[in-house]
């Protein structure tokens, strides 16, 4: 029971911490005002303009009596009631009003009727509070007669509700307004503090971080600027190692091939230079697959703009290109570039032909790569993103390579904030899908 009733406050509760915030101050607040409305409008304002209400009718049901037993005392009763009380009495031999002049959800209303309805019955009187601003007009039957009453409008109802609402719902909504001042800048340093973890996350540089805050959140900012600086103190040392070995490798891998172009032995010769190509091309693409994580500026990019060139580089007429939309996108173009460069160049390689497709939605944009190979075996889709696997069977992605090619790819997209997916494409070959936040 207490399970579903948490999965129900959960789903109806907002997200974004603010919000809840703002509930939290907020929600007191409103409950509280609307407790003493309550209280107010129950204990005081109805049972005050009852009585206040019931003593009005009370004169009004005097003046009738006096004036229908002693008809003579009609001048001393009108210019007394109106020199004390402020009230307007006329008589004369007019039948009241068929259009009731009451307003149904009115409370000064309700209470009057009340009233009216206890001293005088139906159908002898009528009333309206809505036709003068600061007066009540009020018709009593009087056997043939119809006396009426002007009568000011304090005397029915005790209180305004008007300035009563006012007076509670204004300070509110200052304590309100006031809150969501200072959950705004409480909650600034938060939501900068999840965007520079994203921008770091998608491989960007994050130099112009600074923490602010209340103290816990800023301690929580300079922890994190503090590890985001190690990391970045790791890949530029480990950039900067496999640049050593590159040099020192590529070296010797060079004098192995002078030496063999001075071998008699021809047959040997072509084997070994064969091996050396080999130790090249691994070392090549270990130090391709360690680059992905190198630090670019991140720009905006023309998605169209960036696969022409793709295809501009690759020169082949079985490469062919449907945009449906335009799309832009926040991206670090060279390692993008490589990726979709590694998915083509495999296509090429065991297909005749590839088909590229983009398409946008809300938030992301979708590039989808089809080939006409012989495929990837559906229980291997996850093994061929390990870095060093390779098929030994159907497409083998990797028989030139040491099996890094789609580890490259997954991880520039997944350093982009996307996702990749592979299957089955629309002629029998590979099907990749790729998926990256606008």
């Not at 119809?146 to 200052?174: C, D, G, H, Q, Y």
Request: proline share 3%; aromatic share 8%; with cysteine.
């Amino acid at each position: 029971m207490f399970s579903g009733l948490n999965k129900f406050i959960k789903i109806i509760l907002p997200k974004r911490l603010f919000y809840r915030a703002l509930i939290i101050v907020a929600a007191p607040t409103i409950i509280l005002q609307l407790i003493i409305t309550i209280v107010f409008y129950d204990s005081i304002w109805i049972k005050a303009n009852k009585n206040t209400t019931r003593a009005l009718v009370a004169q009004l049901k005097t003046i009738e009596e006096v004036y229908r037993n002693d008809k003579k005392k009609l001048d001393f009763l009108t210019d007394s009631y109106k020199n004390n009380f402020n009230f307007e009495i006329g008589i004369n031999r007019e039948k009241l009003p068929n259009i009731s002049g009451e307003r149904k959800f009115s409370p000064m209303d309700r209470s009057l009727r009340r009233e009216l309805k206890s001293s005088f019955g139906n159908n002898n009187y009528w009333f309206s509070t809505s036709k003068f601003k600061n007066a009540v007009e009020i018709k009593i039957n009087s056997n043939d007669e119809v006396i009426n009453f002007i009568v000011p409008k304090e005397m029915v109802s005790a209180s305004s509700v008007r300035l009563f609402v006012l007076w509670t719902t204004l300070p509110s909504i200052v304590l309100i307004i006031i809150a969501l001042i200072f959950l705004k800048n409480q909650t600034r340093p938060l939501v900068k503090l999840a965007k520079a973890a994203e921008k770091f996350g998608k491989g960007d540089y994050v130099n112009d971080f600074r923490p602010s805050g209340a103290q816990e959140i800023r301690k929580a900012a300079y922890e994190f600027d503090r590890m985001a600086k190690r990391i970045n103190r790791h890949l530029n040392q480990r950039s900067e190692m496999l640049s050593g070995i590159s040099h020192d490798l590529r070296t010797p891998l060079t004098r192995l091939k002078l030496q063999l172009a001075m071998i008699d032995q021809k047959e040997l010769s072509k084997k070994m230079s064969k091996d050396i190509d080999e130790m090249e091309k691994m070392l090549n693409d270990y130090l391709q697959f360690a680059k992905t994580q190198a630090q670019e500026v991140t720009t905006e990019v023309q998605l169209t703009k960036l696969i022409n060139e793709i295809k501009e580089n690759f020169n082949h007429s079985n490469l062919s290109i449907t945009y449906n939309d335009e799309i832009i996108l926040k991206c670090r173009p060279l390692a993008l570039k490589r990726s979709f460069e590694n998915i083509i160049q495999n296509s090429l390689t065991y297909g005749k032909k590839i088909a590229i497709k983009t398409q946008k939605s809300s938030n992301r944009a979708l590039i989808i790569f089809e080939d006409d190979g012989p495929g990837i075996p559906e229980e291997q889709y996850k093994n061929v993103f390990k870095p060093f696997f390779r098929l030994d069977k159907s497409r083998s992605l990797n028989k030139s390579g040491v099996g890094l090619g789609l580890a490259i790819v997954e991880d520039i997209i997944n350093s982009h904030g996307g996702s990749i997916q592979l299957g089955k494409s629309k002629f029998s070959g590979l099907q990749v899908k790729i998926s990256l936040p606008l």
